[in-house]
C-alpha cells in the first residue's frame, strides 16, 4: 500500500505561494496522486489529481516528477481562508489502498 | 448539481446502542466509500459498496456495516457502541472507473 509523507505543518502570509511536498515512495504504476483540503468539522474537498507531469486548475498547481515519487501541491497567492489540512493520497478509486496520512496543516498568517 | 450529502449532521447515543447514518452520492455517481475521522487524524476506509454490495473493507469489525440501495444511496450501521467510536463519519461517492471521490460534509457522532 502506498504510503505518503508530508510536513506536518507549514505557515505562510496572505499573498504568498505555498508550496507542499508530498513523499510517495512506493507508489504503483497506475496509481493517481490527489490532494484534498480540509477545514475542521467538514468533509474532505476536492483540489486537483494528477498522473504525471504538471496538472493545473483554477485554484492549484500539481508537479509531479518523471518517477512520481514525490509530488508537489502549489498554490498561489493564499488568502487567510486557505489555512486548512492538506492531505495527499496516492492510490487509485479510493478504497482501502488510498490511505490518508496525518496531513499537512497550513496556517495563513495576515 | 447537488453535491454528496449526509444526514444527520450531529448525532449523540450511549455506549450500546446503534446508529445509522445516511448518504446520498452526488448525481452520476454509482460507488459509495465511507470513513471514520477520529479527532486530529486522516480519515480511514470502512467500506466501499458499488452495486449494492460491499466491495472492499478496511480494518473495522463487523458492529460496522453497511448498505447501498437501488438509488445509489447507502447508509452505515454500527452496533454496540463504544466510547471509541465518537469520530466524524464521512462518506465519498465516484463514478465507477473514474478515479476522482468527493466527499459529503461529515456526521459527527458522540458516543457518551
Known amino acids: 500500500l502506498a504510503k505518503t509523507t508530508q510536513p506536518i505543518s507549514m505557515d505562510s502570509y496572505e499573498g504568498q505561494e505555498v508550496n507542499i511536498t508530498c513523499s510517495h515512495n512506493n507508489i504503483a504504476t497506475n496509481d493517481y496522486i490527489t490532494w484534498y483540503q480540509q477545514f475542521p468539522s467538514q468533509g474532505p474537498r476536492f483540489i486537483i489529481q494528477?498522473?504525471?507531469t504538471k496538472v493545473t486548475n483554477e485554484v492549484a498547481s500539481l508537479f509531479i516528477p518523471a518517477d512520481r515519487k514525490s509530488s508537489t501541491l502549489s498554490l498561489p497567492r493564499v488568502s487567510l481562508s486557505d489555512t486548512a489540512v492538506y492531505y495527499c493520497?496516492?492510490?487509485?478509486?479510493?478504497?482501502?489502498?488510498?490511505?490518508f496520512g496525518a496531513g499537512t496543516r497550513l496556517f495563513v498568517k495576515a | 448539481d447537488a453535491g454528496v450529502t449526509q444526514s444527520p449532521t450531529h448525532l449523540i447515543k450511549t455506549r450500546g446502542q446503534q446508529v445509522t447514518l445516511r448518504c446520498s452520492p452526488k448525481s452520476g455517481h454509482d460507488t459509495v466509500s465511507w470513513y471514520q475521522q477520529a479527532l486530529g487524524q486522516g480519515p480511514q476506509f470502512i467500506f466501499q459498496y458499488y452495486e449494492e454490495e460491499e466491495r472492499q473493507r478496511g480494518n473495522f469489525p463487523d458492529r460496522f456495516s453497511g448498505h447501498q440501495f437501488p438509488n445509489y444511496s447507502s447508509e452505515l450501521n454500527v452496533n454496540a457502541l463504544l466510547l471509541g467510536d465518537s469520530a466524524l463519519y464521512l462518506c465519498?461517492?465516484?463514478?465507477?472507473?473514474?478515479?476522482?471521490?468527493?466527499f459529503g460534509p461529515g456526521t459527527r457522532l458522540l458516543v457518551l
Open positions: 465519498a461517492s465516484k463514478q465507477v472507473g473514474m478515479e476522482t471521490q468527493y
Open positions: 494528477g498522473y504525471k
Open positions: 493520497l496516492v492510490g487509485r478509486g479510493g478504497g482501502f489502498k488510498t490511505i
